[in-house]
């Protein structure tokens, strides 16, 4: 079964760091481009960055440019997300995802509907 397992989450204060992990279960990341959304409560799933299979070409919402770094280690089927600087309204639900037809990110990247493999989430709060 295909799967995508995210880790790393966490509580931690404002202006602390994170680094979330998404590892592929059942099939290799290696051909696929690697998105990260995220959800805070009582708001819609957002896309917050995306790296390309090679990870040469990678996007990153405007809300997170210069705190965040998404990368990607092929050999171990696994993506990255180095979180810094957290701030309050980083708190949120965080998701990878990846779809078998999707090499590239494309200018669509951050909609939901890009993807069709998602792991579960891992939390992520940021409280003084």
């Known amino acids: 079964q295909s799967q995508l397992v995210e880790s790393g989450g966490g509580l931690v204060q404002p202006g602390g760091s994170l680094r979330l992990s998404c590892a592929a279960s059942g099939f290799t990341l290696d051909t696929y481009a690697v998105a990260w959304f995220r959800q805070a409560p009582g708001k819609e799933r957002e896309g917050v960055s995306c790296i390309s299979s090679s990870g040469i070409s990678t996007n990153y919402a405007d809300a997170v440019k210069g705190r965040f770094t998404i990368s990607r280690n092929n050999a171990n089927s696994t993506a990255y997300l180095q979180i810094n600087t957290l701030k309050f309204e980083d708190t949120a639900v965080y998701y990878c995802?990846?779809?078998?037809?999707?090499?590239?990110?494309?200018?669509?990247?951050?909609?939901?509907?890009?993807?069709?493999?998602w792991g579960r989430g891992t939390q992520v709060t940021v409280s003084s």
């Open positions: 995802a990846t779809d078998r037809r999707r090499a590239a990110c494309g200018s669509a990247w951050s909609e939901t509907w890009n993807f069709g493999i």
